[in-house]
Protein backbone atom coordinates (compact mmCIF):
# COMPACT_ATOMS: atom_id res chain seq x y z
CA UNK A 1 0.00 0.00 0.00
CA UNK A 2 0.92 3.16 -0.97
CA UNK A 3 0.98 6.26 1.24
CA UNK A 4 -1.87 8.72 0.66
CA UNK A 5 -2.71 11.55 2.48
CA UNK A 6 -6.55 11.80 2.38
CA UNK A 7 -7.75 15.25 1.15
CA UNK A 8 -4.65 17.01 0.34
CA UNK A 9 -1.25 16.32 -0.76
CA UNK A 10 0.86 13.92 0.31
CA UNK A 11 4.32 16.28 -0.23
CA UNK A 12 2.82 18.72 1.71
CA UNK A 13 1.12 16.34 5.13
CA UNK A 14 4.98 15.10 5.05
CA UNK A 15 6.17 17.55 7.12
CA UNK A 16 3.55 18.25 8.96
CA UNK A 17 3.51 16.58 12.91
CA UNK A 18 -0.19 16.14 12.35
CA UNK A 19 -0.30 13.82 9.03
CA UNK A 20 2.59 11.55 11.56
CA UNK A 21 0.34 11.88 14.59
CA UNK A 22 -2.34 10.54 12.63
CA UNK A 23 -0.91 7.44 12.11
CA UNK A 24 0.11 6.59 15.46
CA UNK A 25 -1.82 8.89 17.53
CA UNK A 26 -0.78 6.43 20.72
CA UNK A 27 3.29 7.63 20.08
CA UNK A 28 4.33 11.61 20.84
CA UNK A 29 6.39 13.79 18.51
CA UNK A 30 7.90 16.71 20.83
CA UNK A 31 10.98 18.23 19.33
CA UNK A 32 11.35 20.02 22.56
CA UNK A 33 11.02 17.32 25.07
CA UNK A 34 13.66 17.79 27.83
CA UNK A 35 16.13 15.75 29.43
CA UNK A 36 14.79 15.73 33.27
CA UNK A 37 12.19 13.19 32.19
CA UNK A 38 12.95 9.55 34.48
CA UNK A 39 16.90 9.30 34.19
CA UNK A 40 17.57 5.96 32.87
CA UNK A 41 18.00 3.07 35.45
CA UNK A 42 21.50 3.17 37.23
CA UNK A 43 23.91 0.17 36.07
CA UNK A 44 25.97 -1.34 38.65
CA UNK A 45 29.70 -1.83 38.06
CA UNK A 46 29.48 -5.37 38.40
CA UNK A 47 27.42 -5.47 35.91
CA UNK A 48 29.00 -3.57 33.67
CA UNK A 49 32.10 -5.69 34.18
CA UNK A 50 30.17 -8.70 33.56
CA UNK A 51 29.32 -7.34 30.06
CA UNK A 52 32.31 -6.26 29.04
CA UNK A 53 33.88 -9.57 29.74
CA UNK A 54 31.34 -10.90 27.47
CA UNK A 55 31.62 -8.50 24.83
CA UNK A 56 35.58 -9.57 24.77
CA UNK A 57 34.93 -12.97 24.46
CA UNK A 58 32.10 -13.44 22.44
CA UNK A 59 31.52 -10.32 20.95
CA UNK A 60 27.98 -9.59 21.38
CA UNK A 61 26.05 -9.75 25.34
CA UNK A 62 22.72 -9.71 26.16
CA UNK A 63 20.14 -7.33 28.31
CA UNK A 64 16.83 -7.97 29.44
CA UNK A 65 13.64 -6.96 31.96
CA UNK A 66 15.66 -7.61 35.37
CA UNK A 67 18.18 -5.72 34.44
CA UNK A 68 16.21 -2.85 32.16
CA UNK A 69 12.61 -2.90 31.73
CA UNK A 70 11.71 -0.97 28.80
CA UNK A 71 9.09 -3.73 27.56
CA UNK A 72 6.48 -1.02 27.67
CA UNK A 73 8.14 1.42 25.67
CA UNK A 74 9.42 -2.13 23.12
CA UNK A 75 5.24 -2.50 23.12
CA UNK A 76 4.19 1.05 22.07
CA UNK A 77 6.85 1.06 19.28
CA UNK A 78 5.81 -2.51 17.62
CA UNK A 79 1.76 -1.05 17.77
CA UNK A 80 3.99 1.99 15.60
CA UNK A 81 5.82 -0.06 13.01
CA UNK A 82 2.85 -2.04 12.64
CA UNK A 83 0.63 1.21 11.97
CA UNK A 84 3.05 2.57 10.08
CA UNK A 85 2.86 -0.70 7.95
CA UNK A 86 -0.38 0.35 7.50
CA UNK A 87 -0.31 3.73 5.98
CA UNK A 88 2.65 2.16 3.87
CA UNK A 89 5.64 3.00 5.42
CA UNK A 90 8.48 1.05 6.52
CA UNK A 91 9.49 0.50 9.68
CA UNK A 92 12.72 2.50 10.22
CA UNK A 93 10.57 5.46 10.01
CA UNK A 94 9.31 4.65 13.18
CA UNK A 95 12.45 7.20 14.06
CA UNK A 96 9.71 9.86 13.44
CA UNK A 97 8.24 8.96 16.97
CA UNK A 98 9.81 10.49 20.09
CA UNK A 99 9.60 7.01 21.52
CA UNK A 100 11.98 5.23 19.26
CA UNK A 101 14.63 8.09 20.71
CA UNK A 102 13.41 7.42 23.92
CA UNK A 103 14.50 3.73 23.26
CA UNK A 104 17.96 5.30 22.59
CA UNK A 105 17.97 7.54 25.57
CA UNK A 106 17.50 4.59 27.74
CA UNK A 107 19.95 2.30 26.30
CA UNK A 108 22.40 4.34 25.29
CA UNK A 109 24.36 4.74 28.90
CA UNK A 110 24.77 1.39 29.49
CA UNK A 111 26.06 1.23 25.75
CA UNK A 112 28.71 3.84 26.90
CA UNK A 113 29.22 2.38 30.08
CA UNK A 114 30.35 -1.26 28.68
CA UNK A 115 31.27 0.00 24.91
CA UNK A 116 32.65 3.61 25.45
CA UNK A 117 30.66 4.15 22.40
CA UNK A 118 28.15 6.92 21.71
CA UNK A 119 24.96 6.99 19.75
CA UNK A 120 26.11 7.87 15.99
CA UNK A 121 22.16 7.50 15.14
CA UNK A 122 22.37 5.13 12.75
CA UNK A 123 18.68 3.59 13.38
CA UNK A 124 16.73 0.83 11.72
CA UNK A 125 13.45 -1.35 12.14
CA UNK A 126 12.47 -4.03 11.24
CA UNK A 127 8.87 -6.18 10.86
CA UNK A 128 9.76 -9.84 9.32
CA UNK A 129 6.77 -12.45 9.22
CA UNK A 130 7.51 -15.93 8.84
CA UNK A 131 4.20 -16.58 7.54
CA UNK A 132 5.47 -14.64 3.97
CA UNK A 133 8.61 -16.46 3.81
CA UNK A 134 10.50 -13.34 4.76
CA UNK A 135 13.68 -13.24 6.77
CA UNK A 136 16.23 -11.01 8.69
CA UNK A 137 19.37 -9.59 6.93
CA UNK A 138 22.02 -11.98 5.96
CA UNK A 139 24.92 -13.33 7.44
CA UNK A 140 27.30 -10.22 7.82
CA UNK A 141 29.65 -8.25 10.13
CA UNK A 142 28.26 -4.52 10.31
CA UNK A 143 32.10 -3.49 9.49
CA UNK A 144 33.94 -5.08 6.71
CA UNK A 145 36.76 -3.24 5.11
CA UNK A 146 38.15 -3.21 2.19
CA UNK A 147 36.96 -3.45 -1.48
CA UNK A 148 38.76 -4.05 -4.83
CA UNK A 149 41.87 -6.11 -5.45
CA UNK A 150 44.06 -4.97 -2.03
CA UNK A 151 41.43 -6.27 0.32
CA UNK A 152 44.02 -8.61 2.26
CA UNK A 153 46.30 -5.27 2.94
CA UNK A 154 43.48 -3.31 4.04
CA UNK A 155 41.75 -5.52 5.77
CA UNK A 156 45.27 -6.26 7.80
CA UNK A 157 45.64 -2.59 8.56
CA UNK A 158 42.09 -2.03 9.09
CA UNK A 159 40.30 -4.44 11.31
CA UNK A 160 42.68 -4.79 14.20
CA UNK A 161 42.63 -0.77 14.63
CA UNK A 162 38.79 -0.48 14.90
CA UNK A 163 39.26 -2.15 18.15
CA UNK A 164 40.56 -0.21 21.36
CA UNK A 165 43.47 -1.11 23.23
CA UNK A 166 41.38 -3.02 26.43
CA UNK A 167 40.15 -4.87 23.12
CA UNK A 168 36.61 -3.39 23.09
CA UNK A 169 35.06 -2.08 19.55
CA UNK A 170 35.07 0.99 18.38
CA UNK A 171 31.54 0.49 16.97
CA UNK A 172 29.00 -1.74 17.77
CA UNK A 173 24.71 -1.81 17.01
CA UNK A 174 22.29 -2.27 19.90
CA UNK A 175 19.15 -4.72 19.00
CA UNK A 176 16.01 -4.44 20.82
CA UNK A 177 13.53 -7.13 20.13
CA UNK A 178 9.84 -4.94 19.94
CA UNK A 179 8.20 -8.12 19.87
CA UNK A 180 8.86 -11.74 20.64
CA UNK A 181 11.78 -12.93 18.69
CA UNK A 182 12.65 -16.55 18.91
CA UNK A 183 14.01 -19.62 16.41
CA UNK A 184 10.19 -19.98 15.53
CA UNK A 185 9.28 -16.63 14.23
CA UNK A 186 12.80 -15.75 13.51
CA UNK A 187 15.76 -14.03 16.09
CA UNK A 188 19.32 -12.96 16.09
CA UNK A 189 21.89 -15.66 15.19
CA UNK A 190 25.99 -15.18 15.88
CA UNK A 191 28.68 -16.93 15.73
CA UNK A 192 31.28 -15.88 18.71
CA UNK A 193 33.82 -14.07 18.49
CA UNK A 194 36.26 -17.03 20.25
CA UNK A 195 35.41 -19.30 17.44
CA UNK A 196 35.48 -16.95 14.54
CA UNK A 197 39.13 -16.72 12.73
CA UNK A 198 37.89 -13.80 11.26
CA UNK A 199 36.44 -11.74 14.13
CA UNK A 200 39.96 -9.47 15.01
CA UNK A 201 42.51 -10.31 12.46
CA UNK A 202 40.23 -9.77 9.68
CA UNK A 203 38.67 -11.95 6.67
CA UNK A 204 41.18 -11.79 4.18
CA UNK A 205 43.87 -12.36 5.88
CA UNK A 206 43.66 -16.32 4.61
CA UNK A 207 44.86 -14.80 1.58
CA UNK A 208 48.26 -13.55 2.85
CA UNK A 209 48.57 -16.42 5.53
CA UNK A 210 45.88 -19.28 5.21
CA UNK A 211 48.05 -21.71 7.78
CA UNK A 212 46.67 -19.84 10.59
CA UNK A 213 43.00 -21.13 9.76
CA UNK A 214 42.34 -24.65 9.67
CA UNK A 215 39.93 -24.87 6.10
CA UNK A 216 37.94 -27.90 7.23
CA UNK A 217 36.36 -25.77 9.91
CA UNK A 218 35.69 -22.34 8.32
CA UNK A 219 35.05 -21.49 4.61
CA UNK A 220 36.54 -17.91 3.21
CA UNK A 221 33.03 -16.51 1.30
CA UNK A 222 31.64 -13.35 -0.04
CA UNK A 223 29.09 -11.88 1.92
CA UNK A 224 26.83 -9.85 1.27
CA UNK A 225 28.41 -6.82 0.86
CA UNK A 226 31.17 -8.19 -1.45
CA UNK A 227 33.79 -8.32 1.62
CA UNK A 228 34.96 -11.98 2.51
CA UNK A 229 33.78 -13.67 5.31
CA UNK A 230 34.42 -17.00 7.49
CA UNK A 231 31.41 -19.15 7.82
CA UNK A 232 31.61 -23.02 9.63
CA UNK A 233 32.46 -25.18 7.25
CA UNK A 234 32.00 -28.30 9.42
CA UNK A 235 30.09 -29.92 12.14
CA UNK A 236 32.40 -28.30 14.91
CA UNK A 237 32.38 -24.31 12.91
CA UNK A 238 28.44 -25.31 13.08
CA UNK A 239 28.10 -26.26 16.50
CA UNK A 240 29.28 -22.78 17.68
CA UNK A 241 26.73 -21.14 15.83
CA UNK A 242 24.10 -19.43 18.59
CA UNK A 243 20.92 -18.55 18.37
CA UNK A 244 20.31 -15.34 20.56
CA UNK A 245 16.46 -15.44 21.31
CA UNK A 246 14.57 -12.84 23.04
CA UNK A 247 11.55 -11.80 24.50
CA UNK A 248 9.78 -8.41 24.13
CA UNK A 249 12.12 -5.52 25.46
CA UNK A 250 15.49 -7.77 25.77
CA UNK A 251 18.68 -6.07 23.80
CA UNK A 252 21.53 -7.64 22.21
CA UNK A 253 24.30 -5.55 21.85
CA UNK A 254 26.72 -6.48 18.91
CA UNK A 255 29.90 -5.63 18.18
CA UNK A 256 30.70 -4.78 14.90
CA UNK A 257 32.80 -7.49 13.76
CA UNK A 258 30.29 -10.46 15.69
CA UNK A 259 29.01 -12.81 13.10
CA UNK A 260 25.49 -12.31 13.04
CA UNK A 261 22.06 -12.51 10.78
CA UNK A 262 18.15 -12.28 11.79
CA UNK A 263 16.98 -15.79 10.44
CA UNK A 264 13.76 -16.68 8.67
CA UNK A 265 11.24 -17.97 11.40
CA UNK A 266 8.83 -21.09 11.20
CA UNK A 267 5.44 -20.20 8.87
CA UNK A 268 2.21 -20.55 11.62
CA UNK A 269 4.42 -19.49 14.34
CA UNK A 270 2.33 -18.73 17.04
CA UNK A 271 4.59 -15.29 18.08
CA UNK A 272 3.61 -13.95 15.00
CA UNK A 273 6.16 -11.23 12.56
CA UNK A 274 9.55 -10.89 14.60
CA UNK A 275 9.18 -6.77 14.73
CA UNK A 276 12.87 -4.87 15.95
CA UNK A 277 14.35 -1.56 16.46
CA UNK A 278 18.49 -1.11 16.27
CA UNK A 279 20.59 1.70 16.72
CA UNK A 280 24.41 2.21 16.24
CA UNK A 281 27.04 3.89 18.54
CA UNK A 282 31.00 5.05 17.99
CA UNK A 283 34.30 6.03 19.09
CA UNK A 284 34.53 9.30 17.64
CA UNK A 285 37.67 9.33 15.15
CA UNK A 286 36.37 6.23 14.05
CA UNK A 287 33.22 7.16 12.89
CA UNK A 288 31.17 10.18 12.68
CA UNK A 289 27.27 10.63 13.96
CA UNK A 290 24.82 10.96 11.27
CA UNK A 291 22.88 14.11 12.89
CA UNK A 292 25.45 16.83 14.18
CA UNK A 293 25.50 15.03 18.37
CA UNK A 294 23.26 17.90 19.80
CA UNK A 295 20.27 16.62 17.97
CA UNK A 296 20.10 14.19 20.92
CA UNK A 297 18.24 13.47 22.56
CA UNK A 298 15.32 14.47 20.74
CA UNK A 299 16.47 15.48 17.12
CA UNK A 300 13.87 18.19 15.50
CA UNK A 301 10.98 16.54 13.18
CA UNK A 302 12.65 17.17 9.79
CA UNK A 303 15.65 16.04 11.08
CA UNK A 304 14.03 12.77 12.14
CA UNK A 305 12.04 12.15 8.61
CA UNK A 306 15.28 13.31 6.68
CA UNK A 307 17.26 10.64 8.78
CA UNK A 308 14.65 7.65 8.21
CA UNK A 309 14.52 8.73 3.90
CA UNK A 310 17.84 8.58 4.22
CA UNK A 311 18.73 5.28 6.15
CA UNK A 312 16.23 3.88 3.40
CA UNK A 313 18.47 4.62 0.43
CA UNK A 314 21.40 3.67 2.45
CA UNK A 315 19.82 0.34 3.40
CA UNK A 316 18.33 0.33 -0.13
CA UNK A 317 19.74 -2.93 -0.75
CA UNK A 318 18.65 -4.81 2.19
CA UNK A 319 15.08 -3.51 2.09
CA UNK A 320 13.88 -3.64 -1.75
CA UNK A 321 11.84 -0.77 -2.93
CA UNK A 322 9.56 0.00 -5.79
CA UNK A 323 10.63 2.66 -7.81
CA UNK A 324 8.05 5.18 -6.84
CA UNK A 325 9.73 4.32 -3.36
CA UNK A 326 13.01 5.02 -4.13
CA UNK A 327 11.63 8.62 -5.38
CA UNK A 328 9.88 9.17 -2.46
CA UNK A 329 12.81 8.80 -0.03
CA UNK A 330 14.99 10.78 -2.33
CA UNK A 331 12.54 13.82 -2.48
CA UNK A 332 12.19 13.91 1.20
CA UNK A 333 15.89 13.72 2.15
CA UNK A 334 16.97 16.04 -0.70
CA UNK A 335 14.50 18.43 1.45
CA UNK A 336 16.51 18.06 4.64
CA UNK A 337 20.28 16.80 3.39
CA UNK A 338 21.61 20.02 4.92
CA UNK A 339 20.94 19.45 8.63
CA UNK A 340 22.95 15.73 8.33
CA UNK A 341 26.24 15.04 9.17
CA UNK A 342 28.45 15.95 6.61
CA UNK A 343 30.12 12.12 6.17
CA UNK A 344 26.81 10.44 6.07
CA UNK A 345 25.40 13.39 3.57
CA UNK A 346 28.59 12.24 1.33
CA UNK A 347 27.63 8.85 1.39
CA UNK A 348 23.70 9.51 0.75
CA UNK A 349 24.47 12.15 -1.87
CA UNK A 350 25.88 9.06 -3.99
CA UNK A 351 23.44 7.05 -3.28
CA UNK A 352 21.31 9.98 -4.44
CA UNK A 353 23.20 10.20 -7.65
CA UNK A 354 23.24 6.46 -8.35
CA UNK A 355 19.17 6.45 -8.27
CA UNK A 356 19.18 9.16 -10.37
CA UNK A 357 21.37 8.09 -13.03
CA UNK A 358 19.30 5.06 -12.89
CA UNK A 359 17.46 3.90 -16.15
CA UNK A 360 13.79 4.03 -14.24
CA UNK A 361 14.51 7.34 -12.56
CA UNK A 362 11.65 9.87 -13.21
CA UNK A 363 12.72 13.71 -12.28
CA UNK A 364 9.02 14.82 -12.28
CA UNK A 365 8.22 12.86 -9.19
CA UNK A 366 10.77 13.53 -7.03
CA UNK A 367 10.63 16.91 -8.45
CA UNK A 368 14.24 18.03 -8.19
CA UNK A 369 16.23 17.05 -11.31
CA UNK A 370 15.29 18.24 -15.08
CA UNK A 371 15.72 15.18 -17.33
CA UNK A 372 18.46 17.78 -19.43
CA UNK A 373 20.19 17.98 -16.06
CA UNK A 374 19.88 13.95 -15.75
CA UNK A 375 20.82 13.61 -19.49
CA UNK A 376 24.21 15.54 -19.32
CA UNK A 377 24.83 13.46 -16.20
CA UNK A 378 25.14 10.51 -17.65
CA UNK A 379 26.78 11.81 -20.62
CA UNK A 380 29.95 12.82 -19.07
CA UNK A 381 30.02 9.37 -17.48
CA UNK A 382 29.74 10.62 -14.06
CA UNK A 383 30.51 7.84 -11.44
CA UNK A 384 28.71 6.68 -8.78
CA UNK A 385 30.20 5.70 -5.23
CA UNK A 386 30.52 1.89 -5.63
CA UNK A 387 30.06 0.85 -2.06
CA UNK A 388 28.14 2.32 0.63
CA UNK A 389 29.65 2.14 4.54
CA UNK A 390 26.08 1.61 5.71
CA UNK A 391 26.65 -1.22 8.33
CA UNK A 392 24.63 -3.37 6.16
CA UNK A 393 26.75 -2.76 2.83
CA UNK A 394 25.90 -1.49 -0.84
CA UNK A 395 22.76 -0.23 -1.98
CA UNK A 396 20.54 -1.92 -4.32
CA UNK A 397 22.31 0.00 -6.99
CA UNK A 398 25.69 -0.86 -5.87
CA UNK A 399 25.27 -4.51 -5.78
CA UNK A 400 24.00 -4.65 -9.32
CA UNK A 401 27.16 -2.63 -10.51
CA UNK A 402 29.28 -4.79 -8.11
CA UNK A 403 28.11 -8.21 -9.20
CA UNK A 404 28.27 -6.95 -12.76
CA UNK A 405 32.25 -6.11 -11.97
CA UNK A 406 32.52 -9.23 -10.53
CA UNK A 407 31.51 -11.27 -13.52
O1 LIG B 1 17.33 -7.96 12.45
C1 LIG B 1 18.02 -8.43 11.54
O2 LIG B 1 17.58 -9.23 10.71
C2 LIG B 1 19.45 -8.03 11.41
C3 LIG B 1 19.91 -7.10 12.48
C4 LIG B 1 21.27 -6.59 12.24
O3 LIG B 1 21.98 -7.07 11.41
C5 LIG B 1 21.76 -5.41 13.00
O4 LIG B 1 21.00 -4.81 13.76
O5 LIG B 1 22.94 -5.07 12.85
FE1 LIG C 1 23.95 -6.20 11.44
Redesign the pocket.
Known sequence: MAPSSPGGSLEAALSRVDYWAGICPELTIRADRKLDEDAPPPISSRKIAELKKCMLKEGYFQVCSQDFDVRELASKLARGVKALRGHGWPPTFIAIYDEAWEMVRQLSPLMLAVTGNKCNMDL?A?Y?DPSQAE???MP?R?RAFGSGSDIAAQETAQVPASFNANGLPKYC???IALSE?QPDN?C?YVVPAWADPGYREGDALSLSGPEAVPADKWGLRRGPTGAPIWSPNCNEGLQAVRAVPCHRGDAVF?SHRVL????QGREGSPHGP?I?F?F?ASTSGFEEPYLPEAALPFPTIELRLTLAAAQMMSYGGRFPQEEAEKQRYLGLYKKGRHGLGPEFRSRIDACAKAIEASEAFSPRESGETSQDERRSKKKGGEKTKEESHS??GLTETCIKKKRKKAR
Open positions: VWVAGFHDTCWAGLLHWGSRSSAKH
